[in-house]
């Protein structure tokens, strides 16, 4: 699933390609039963509606909120966009073949990265007039691709978006300015008796980190996933408020990571997964120096493990990581 780095990446290139854009038109077929609340496009009631609120406006610029991108126009409405497991935006010129199955193809077929198989599976179609080409306006589309149909889309009103119910519960952004090690270790402290892992993935303690980047915190940190916060020394917990800062901004760096589906707004992959110390390594040898092999120190070669915590997966080097 995008984590705060990708949805990130993805908000970043939305701001550098679509500002001033106007939607001229919106397709959708999601076909899913994958929603609960009526207000997501896949309820064909709600789609209807969604078209007549954001049809005719102009895209002022975007924004991320944890995992959510939150895309503002100029009538005073946002869409909510939460790409769940497997959805991604690009942008580029589109067409519509009219088939029953994935109509709508990129316009070049020689576009290696918008014609990649995971970007193929297009469920929303956002048809946009640029400003400022010499012909007057140039005709692209920004779509979403998803082939496992669990992306969220709706409306908002902008006044009070972050009062909605999709947004208000969500705890402290990690890379804003004002964040720091109290309003962290303040927030984890809300759960004194979760595990360290779980406790992370707790959107409402801290917004944007999941299983990626939460592994990789905590192999950097020398912390056992299954930790009990309250038994985690402050200077253990700072290690770790260092390490998620680390881990997601070079998360960003790195372009995202596409392990699985995740494509950037050109369709192309981010590298992070050529980064991991810990997330999918299982049986791998653990990289930090002190566990790769056997030493004065160390007698032991660090493996990383998998374990489910809190019904997620989850790898640790059982070597290097402590359990408080
Ligand atoms: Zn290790």
């Given at each position: 699933?995008?984590?705060?780095?990708?949805?990130?990446?993805?908000?970043?290139g939305?701001?550098?390609?679509?500002?001033?854009?106007?939607?001229?038109?919106?397709?959708?077929?999601?076909?899913?039963?994958?929603?609960?609340?009526?207000?997501?496009?896949?309820?064909?009631?709600?789609?209807?509606?969604?078209?007549?609120?954001?049809i005719?406006?102009?895209?002022?610029?975007?924004?991320?909120?944890?995992k959510?991108?939150?895309?503002?126009?100029?009538?005073?409405?946002?869409?909510?966009?939460?790409?769940?497991?497997?959805g991604?935006?690009m942008?580029?010129?589109?067409?519509?073949?009219?088939?029953?199955?994935?109509p709508?193809?990129?316009?070049?077929?020689?576009?290696?990265?918008?014609?990649d198989?995971?970007?193929?599976?297009?469920?929303?179609?956002?048809?946009?007039?640029?400003?400022?080409?010499?012909?007057?306006?140039?005709?692209?589309?920004?779509?979403?691709?998803?082939?496992?149909?669990?992306?969220?889309?709706?409306?908002?009103?902008?006044?009070?978006?972050?009062?909605?119910?999709?947004?208000?519960h969500?705890?402290?952004?990690?890379?804003?300015?004002?964040?720091?090690?109290?309003i962290?270790?303040?927030?984890?402290?809300?759960?004194?008796?979760?595990?360290?892992?779980?406790?992370?993935?707790?959107?409402?303690?801290?917004?944007?980190?999941?299983n990626?980047?939460?592994?990789?915190?905590?192999?950097?940190?020398?912390?056992?996933?299954?930790?009990?916060?309250?038994?985690?020394?402050?200077?253990?917990?700072?290690?770790?408020?260092?390490?998620?800062?680390?881990?997601?901004?070079?998360?960003?760096?790195?372009g995202?990571?596409?392990?699985?589906d995740?494509?950037?707004?050109d369709?192309?992959?981010?590298?992070?997964?050529?980064?991991?110390?810990?997330?999918?390594?299982?049986?791998?040898?653990?990289?930090?120096?002190?566990?790769?092999?056997?030493?004065?120190?160390?007698l032991?070669?660090?493996i990383?493990?998998?374990?489910?915590?809190?019904?997620?997966?989850?790898h640790?080097c059982?070597?290097?990581?402590?359990?408080?």
């Amino acid at each position: 699933m995008p984590e705060l780095p990708e949805v990130q990446t993805t908000v970043n290139g939305l701001n550098k390609k679509v500002k001033g854009a106007k939607i001229i038109d919106v397709w959708s077929i999601y076909n899913s039963p994958y929603y609960k609340s009526k207000e997501n496009i896949k309820d064909p009631k709600f789609f209807k509606e969604f078209k007549e609120r954001i049809i005719g406006s102009k895209i002022i610029n975007a924004e991320r909120r944890a995992k959510n991108i939150l895309i503002y126009l100029d009538n005073k409405e946002t869409i909510l966009i939460h790409m769940k497991m497997t959805g991604h935006l690009m942008f580029g010129e589109y067409t519509n073949t009219n088939k029953t199955n994935d109509p709508w193809k990129p316009t070049d077929p020689n576009n290696e990265a918008l014609n990649d198989p995971f970007n193929t599976h297009i469920r929303l179609v956002f048809s946009l007039e640029m400003p400022g080409t010499k012909k007057g306006v140039e005709k692209v589309n920004l779509v979403l691709s998803d082939t496992r149909k669990f992306a969220k889309v709706t409306v908002i009103k902008t006044d009070g978006i972050f009062h909605s119910p999709d947004l208000s519960h969500l705890g402290p952004e990690p890379l804003a300015k004002e964040f720091n090690f109290k309003i962290f270790k303040d927030q984890i402290n809300k759960k004194p008796n979760g595990k360290i892992k779980t406790t992370l993935l707790d959107q409402t303690i801290i917004a944007g980190i999941g299983n990626i980047y939460s592994d990789e915190a905590l192999w950097l940190s020398n912390i056992h996933p299954e930790s009990l916060v309250k038994n985690i020394l402050d200077t253990e917990l700072k290690k770790l408020f260092n390490s998620v800062l680390i881990v997601l901004k070079n998360g960003i760096d790195f372009g995202g990571d596409s392990m699985s589906d995740y494509r950037n707004i050109d369709g192309e992959r981010g590298s992070f997964q050529e980064r991991h110390n810990a997330y999918r390594k299982t049986g791998h040898i653990c990289s930090k120096p002190a566990c790769k092999k056997e030493n004065k120190l160390n007698l032991k070669i660090g493996i990383i493990k998998r374990i489910v915590v809190g019904g997620r997966s989850t790898h640790y080097c059982e070597n290097h990581q402590t359990k408080y």
